[in-house]
């Protein structure tokens, strides 16, 4: 859902309203994935970083397994990330790095491989980590403008 603006004619205000891309369901489609959520986990080290997005999502009644698609793009160009199809309604995508923004929707997966419309998109983004010659560099910097 996203909150759109337009201007009244002839006020100068604007009026919000809330735009839905609707996506409707074919007979014997399963229902997509519903509240779909993120969390992400920045790990580091003093020469790598890996950033670790933990998914979940409500079950879909007669749903037998789910997919998740990835995207470094919103609502554009989603490839599909686990190898098979997935049992739970949990999934932990690990990405070497740290700072980059990726976007996620999952699918869930019906009789005959009937695939749902994608659930609502997730974004997810790490921070960038500091690294030691960072941190020693601010200090020195305090150090020489009179910090301690």
Do not use: C
Request: proline share 7%; aromatic share 10%.
């Amino acid at each position: 859902m996203q909150a759109d603006s337009e201007r009244v004619p002839g006020s100068g205000r604007k009026r919000k309203f809330l735009s839905l891309l609707a996506q409707p369901v074919k007979p014997g489609y399963p229902r997509p994935p519903t509240e779909l959520d993120e969390e992400t986990t920045l790990y580091t080290s003093l020469f790598d970083a890996l950033t670790a997005v933990r998914l979940a999502w409500s079950s879909v009644p007669g749903a037998l397994g789910y997919n998740v698609h990835r995207s470094e793009t919103s609502h554009l160009d989603y490839e599909k990330i686990n190898p098979s199809l997935l049992a739970t309604t949990t999934f932990l995508d690990q990405i070497p790095g740290a700072g980059s923004l990726h976007y996620y929707v999952v699918t869930a997966v019906g009789s005959g491989d009937l695939e749902s419309n994608y659930s609502r998109e997730v974004e997810s983004v790490a921070g960038i980590p500091l690294s030691s010659r960072a941190i020693s560099f601010v200090f020195d910097a305090m150090r020489l403008w009179g910090g301690k």
